[in-house]
Nanobody, 125 residues
């Protein structure tokens, strides 16, 4: 069992920055960030592989690539998400996850990963 605890959410104006943290209580193979806005499905944001630090970001029209940066502090067993140039559409509850098995996909079934409790990010105009 791995416990994940997120922190760092809050209220920020558009164009501002926030840094989220996700502290893990045990060994992780990869870790990811997801977000869920009101009335929308949970969506992938970014992920990092613990073995080699490879990172992945969501792509598409509302891409966070270039604005968000994910990294892992192995000594602290903590994953971070630096969010810059925030937009109102970034408003959501942000969750971190970690697949239970090595090699399992970050975007797999919810029951196949550990999840944090979420942290609210609100971006105002």
């Amino acid at each position: 069992q791995v416990l994940l605890v997120e922190s760092g959410g809050g209220l920020v104006q558009a164009g501002g920055s926030l840094r989220l943290s996700c502290a893990a209580s045990g060994r992780t193979f990869s870790m990811g960030w997801f977000r869920q806005a009101p009335g929308k499905e949970r969506e992938f944001v970014a992920a990092i592989r613990s073995s080699d630090g490879a990172v992945y970001y969501a792509t598409g029209a509302d891409s966070v690539k270039g604005r968000f940066t994910v990294w892992l502090d192995g000594a602290k067993n903590t994953m971070y998400l630096q969010m810059n140039s925030l937009k109102p559409e970034d408003t959501a509850v942000y969750y971190c996850n970690s697949p239970k098995e090595p090699g399992a996909p970050i975007e797999g079934r919810m029951e196949d990963a550990y999840w944090g409790q979420g942290t609210q990010v609100t971006v105002s105009l």
